[in-house]
């Protein structure tokens, strides 16, 4: 008997069994085609290795399917591994909406390492889910010519498109998107090309402000960036700078730290927005750095203490000065001592001499 095997697929096995005329072979390699078609799109998704998972009898011939697992390493019956971590980066052929707010496999829970901070020099955004400062305007560059650019909320971030100068050459324009950020706002902005090519960039809006009289320091001396700034939920200072760094001095992640009494400008730059603030140092400290007591108790006084119930007093040597909850210095005995008074988490300091005890 003779055999005609059609020039096989590497997933597809044809055999014919039978001798017929050249119309009726054709016929029926045309009906194997359609069913093997059929087939595949039947078997989109399944993963067995090298089993037969389809014989079809078609009397003069018959048309065995095979899956030989290409990709060589998914178990039987298991399906490929999802990757569950929202804080993973999202590859450049993924929109961001993949992992973001709005998908099923979204969990609701976004914190700041899962967002890219607008870059601190430069205007452009690589980032698909990047969070930048308000009253800012930035260039999106994807790796296709831009025809059309969109926004999901035009009143916070408006969109379009603009020539890209950098890959635009005589007689090949180049167009990238371009943003302007006017207020607070999670957008979404859509760029396309003009052979269907697409890509979504999810924008987070803050607009960071000092909070009124959020830098008059009293009882503490770090204050955080979250204390006295107020607009912002994942934006990060780029740079930070005081004038006075003897008085108050600012930390990279926007923390303040009190070094003295007096006044100081601090600078927080997110990108290219600067934020500014004069900070007021009043720590708590004692009316008098030192005091002479005889045969009598002697109330001592704080100043720029919030709450003066609120204070705690000890004293150095009970055996010469005791100190009561209300501030009052009770000699012991003739000697000097040191009176400590912590508000918050201030501690000032006193000398108390205890002078003329018979």
């Known amino acids: 008997m003779e055999q005609m095997t059609s020039d096989p697929s590497p997933f597809f096995i ?83 909406s993949a992992n973001g707010p709005g998908s099923e496999e979204y969990d609701g829970k976004v914190s700041r390492d899962m967002i890219a901070q607008a870059p601190a020099t430069g205007d452009v955004i690589t980032e698909k889910r990047t969070v930048v400062a308000t009253k800012t305007k930035w260039r999106i560059t994807p790796s296709f010519n831009v025809i059309r650019a969109s926004s999901s909320d035009r009143r916070a971030i408006k969109a379009s498109k603009k020539k890209d100068k950098a ?64 607009g912002i939920t994942y934006l990060k200072p780029t740079s ?51 005091v002479t007591i005889k045969d009598k108790p002697v109330k001592l006084t704080m100043k720029n203490v919030s709450n003066n119930s609120a204070v705690q007093y000890r004293s150095s040597d009970i055996s010469v000065v005791k100190m009561n909850k209300d501030g009052y210095a009770a000699p012991v005995a003739n000697g000097t001592a040191t009176v400590y008074g912590k508000s918050g988490n201030v501690t000032a300091e006193c000398e108390v001499t205890v002078k003329g005890l018979k």
């Open 240 to 290: 930070v700078e005081s004038k006075k760094p003897d008085i108050a001095a600012v930390s990279e992640n926007g923390s303040i730290s009190v070094k003295a009494n007096g006044k100081s400008r601090i600078t927080l730059c997110f990108g290219k927005r600067k934020v500014k603030g004069n900070v007021k140092a009043k720590l708590p400290a004692f009316s008098k750095k030192k």
């Open 167 to 230: 890959r635009s050459s005589p007689g090949n324009k180049w167009y990238c998107g371009y943003i302007a950020v006017k207020k607070p706002g999670t957008v979404t902005i859509t760029l396309e090309g003009a052979d269907g090519e697409k890509e979504e960039y999810l924008i987070y809006a803050e607009d960071p402000k000092v909070k009124k009289n959020a830098l008059v320091i009293n009882d503490v001396k770090t204050i955080s960036m979250d204390t006295y700034l107020s």
């Open 14 to 96: 044809l055999n014919f069994k039978s001798k017929e005329d050249a119309m009726k072979k054709y016929l029926k390699r045309r009906i194997a085609g359609v069913l093997i078609l059929a087939m595949l799109t039947a078997m989109s998704g399944s993963t067995v290795m090298a089993e037969p998972i389809m014989r079809i009898n078609l009397g003069t011939f018959y048309v065995v399917a095979e899956n030989r697992d290409p990709g060589g390493g998914a178990d039987p019956g298991k399906d490929h591994p999802k990757n569950d971590d929202p804080g993973n980066e999202v590859s450049d052929n993924e929109s961001t």
